[in-house]
Antibody, heavy 121, light 108 residues
């Protein structure tokens, strides 16, 4: 059974870079699938941040693309998120998830439990 | 940018049928997916590829689509089905992967 676990600092200062890692177990990232990041501000809805394939190919939400980098480390079976120049608006629970392909599009099947990142105002 | 639209809330008595809609211009060409999120928990996939149900999801959950509208139906809704439900889809260019704003389902 595939499992994902987010980790990283719970508090990031304004204007600094948020860095999170998603450790994958029960499945080798090298075997395929896209892997994605999603966030959810407190009391609000879900927002896709971006995704990466095992080859390193990435897709980002156009509204966040200028501040986001997603990397994959196949040797450690994990992938990571970096978001620069954060503000209080980036305060959210950040989830990582696996993305299978349906034949038409990619979706999220297995999710991590999420990690809260707070950026003080 | 692309958007999919859901009603903010739906309320049904226990045992009745709950229907949650999701509207999006690309839905005739792209699949709709539905996620259930209970308070303080990660989302769980309940419907994929418009109509399919993952293993472990009760049969009372079903999905359908007609034109630009996808619908999640919970037949005989139970109190434990109270949650936020999110529709997810993509636009035809695959550049925008979007979630709907979420629908809060109340069963009481």
């Amino acid at each position: 059974q595939v499992q994902l676990q987010e980790s990283g600092p719970g508090l990031v200062k304004p204007s600094e870079t948020l860095s999170l890692t998603c450790a994958v177990s029960g499945y080798s990232i090298s075997s395929g699938y896209y892997w994605g990041w999603i966030r959810q501000p407190p009391g609000k809805g879900l927002e896709w941040i971006g995704s990466i394939y095992q080859s390193g190919t990435t897709y980002y939400n156009p509204s966040l693309e200028s501040r986001v980098i997603i990397l994959v480390d196949k040797s450690r079976n994990h992938f990571s998120l970096q978001m620069s120049s954060v503000t209080a608006a980036d305060t959210a629970v950040y989830y990582c998830a696996r993305q299978p392909y349906s034949g038409r599009d990619y979706y999220f099947d297995h999710w991590g439990r999420g990690t809260l990142v707070t950026v003080p105002s | 940018s692309y958007e999919v639209t859901q009603p903010p809330s739906v309320s049904v008595p226990p045992g009745q049928t709950a229907r949650i809609t999701c509207s999006g211009d690309a839905l005739p060409k792209k699949y709709a997916y539905w996620y259930q999120q209970k308070s303080g928990q990660a989302p769980v996939l309940v419907i994929y590829e418009d109509t399919k149900r993952p293993s472990g999801i009760p049969e009372r959950f079903s999905g359908s689509t007609s034109g630009t509208v996808a619908t999640l139906t919970i037949s005989g809704a139970q109190v434990e089905d109270e949650a936020d439900y999110y529709c997810y889809s993509t636009d035809t260019s695959d550049n925008h992967r979007v979630f709907g704003g979420g629908t809060k389902l109340t069963v009481l």
